[in-house]
């Protein structure tokens, strides 16, 4: 609704992505603020049936490896968790990642670096205690 409300400022229609991703933060830095949770009241079961293909061992394995992703990345500084997920999950570029964050490419770069590096030792951890 945001989007639709404010499309007349959008200046350069060629940016429509990374103005709509601004968007999108800006609404989830308002929610996190508020406390509200942000998965619509979801709740794991349903999720985990999304992926009708696989074995139960499978879903329960990638629930699991989910659960310890999420939980480190909910470890890691804000500014870490949004430039990892733009880039893994949502895999924009460094270009759209900086127009979005306001930022450089080259400041998007080195966040990345740090983020990786801080998030596999977090993985690290976690994976030596299970052995």
Aim: glycine letters at 4%; a neutral charge; proline letters at 2%.
């Amino acid at each position: 609704m945001k989007a639709l409300e404010a499309i007349e400022t959008l200046e350069q229609p060629h940016l429509f992505r990374p103005w709509l991703y601004r968007i999108a933060r800006n609404e989830s830095y308002q929610l996190l603020r508020r406390g509200r949770n942000v998965n619509g009241g979801l709740s794991d079961e349903v999720w985990e049936t999304l992926s009708d293909e696989s074995t139960p061992l499978d879903r329960i394995l990638d629930q699991e490896r989910t659960n310890v992703v999420q939980y480190l990345l909910g470890l890691l500084k804000a500014e870490y968790r949004e430039v990892l997920i733009l880039r893994e999950y949502e895999q924009l570029s460094y270009g759209e990642i900086a127009e979005i964050t306001g930022d450089t490419e080259s400041s998007v770069k080195s966040r990345l670096f740090k983020a990786r590096k801080a998030l596999a030792k977090k993985l690290e951890a976690v994976f030596k205690e299970r052995i």
